[in-house]
């Protein structure tokens, strides 16, 4: 089962780029020959190279009012079903990724709950902190365990 992975986000504003920092740990992380890992930044052509994957896993920052560097797990069902879930770049992202996907992958987003979105480099310190985790929970994600 082919999964890609792809972290989402601007590193110009502060935590708004969580996901492409976790995105860059994971590079740099021993992962299965089956995982694909995509710093998609801000790009929406970033969302082609989820095409032909079986899951798709998302890293976002997500507002859903808890402490900054909070770690949410949903599922794409879980988005649609709740309008108060909203990725930081979700206009159509998970239409997006399904349409260039060519099939129907199972899609969970990671997010992390950011503190500062504003104009700078490099992410706050309860965000920054968040980051090990959810590479530990990507990384549960991909052994099959059930991950909060």
């Known amino acids: 089962m082919r999964t890609a992975i792809v972290g989402v986000g601007n590193i110009l504003m502060r935590d708004d780029g969580v996901g492409v920092h976790v995105a860059w740990k994971l590079i740099d992380t021993p992962l299965p020959a089956d995982v694909d890992v995509t710093d998609a930044g801000t790009s929406a052509e970033a969302a082609f190279s989820v095409a032909g994957a079986d899951r798709v896993i998302v890293v976002d920052a997500v507002r859903l009012g808890g402490s900054p560097g909070t770690v949410y797990r949903l599922t794409d069902d879980d988005a649609a079903a709740d309008e108060e879930i909203h990725t930081c770049h979700d206009a159509g992202l998970i239409d997006a990724l399904r349409a260039v996907a060519e099939a129907q992958p199972e899609i969970v987003i990671f997010g992390v709950e950011p503190g ?10 309860d965000v920054a902190a968040a980051v090990g985790r959810v590479v530990e929970v990507v990384n549960d994600e991909l052994k099959g365990a059930q991950c909060s």
């Open 116 to 125: 500062e979105i504003e104009w700078g480099l490099g992410l706050s310190e």
